[in-house]
């Protein structure tokens, strides 16, 4: 078996019962994730839609798959009929995709709102003043009667790659604060999980008030 179990247990440990966990298996195998299931393991996160169906299929249904990397509007075809919780939604267009697909297979999906916190330079994730304007567009578009197929229920964020812890708190910080706001602002009562945190940084995540850390090469080795 080669996953660290070792890891993992500490890592459920300093986790205590309020803040989930869920493995990220990406270029993993099927048996490793199948080693961490037989732990009772049940929450696992993918970034490309080809590989996350392929597993999906070879793997035990009762598993709540996350998808944690940039979705395209139209793959969301492809995940909507079992997806647990996506976490990178960043447009209305794809935020409307994904209640499309959704209605398409009657069942709700769960999405986070991706926040861009780091100081890096990448084509994902809103702004705060973005968030903003997104927030409302989705009141107004529930107001009407629309998105009814999908539940907002939480920001995710991913700080900047760097050993400065300093700055790596300041933006799960910041991350922590959006989410405190977006909570009374957004019209969806299923607003509860903060998605922050992974094997470099989740123990700052958890001290800034995380409630869901996204963790792989910790448990499963380097990828
Ligand atoms: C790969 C990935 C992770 C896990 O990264 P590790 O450093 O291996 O823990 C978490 N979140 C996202 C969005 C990722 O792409």
Redesign the pocket.
């Known amino acids: 078996m080669s996953i660290f179990k070792d890891n993992y247990e500490k890592i459920l440990a300093s986790l205590g019962k309020d803040i989930a966990l869920?493995a990220?298996s990406?270029t993993k195998t099927v048996s490793d994730i199948q080693a961490l299931y037989d732990l009772g393991h049940r929450d696992f996160?993918e970034?490309y839609v080809q590989e996350l169906v392929e597993k999906q299929e070879r793997l035990p249904h009762d598993i709540r798959w996350h998808f944690?990397?940039h979705l395209q509007s139209n793959k969301v075809k492809y995940i909507a009929p079992f997806v647990h919780l996506i976490?990178?939604v960043d447009s209305l267009k794809l935020l409307k995709e994904i209640d499309k697909q959704a209605a398409k297979n009657q069942r709700k999906i769960s999405c986070l709102l991706q926040v861009h916190i780091a100081t890096e330079e990448t084509k994902f994730g809103l702004s705060e003043v973005e968030l903003k304007e997104f927030i409302e567009q989705i009141n107004q578009e529930k107001s009407i009667g629309a998105l009814q197929f999908v539940k907002v229920s939480g920001l995710?964020g991913?700080a900047s790659f760097t050993d400065e812890k300093e700055k790596v708190r300041e933006e799960f910080r910041h991350l922590k604060s959006m989410f405190d706001n977006a909570k009374i602002n957004l019209v969806d009562n299923s607003f509860s999980c903060l998605s922050m945190g992974?094997?470099?940084d989740?123990q700052i995540a958890i001290e800034e008030g995380t409630n869901m850390v996204?963790?792989?090469?910790?448990?499963?080795g380097e990828?």
Do not use: D, P, Q, T
Request: proline share 0%.
């Open positions: 869920v990220v990406k996160g970034n944690i990397g976490h990178g995710m991913m992974m094997s470099a989740y996204r963790i792989g090469s910790l448990i499963f990828r």
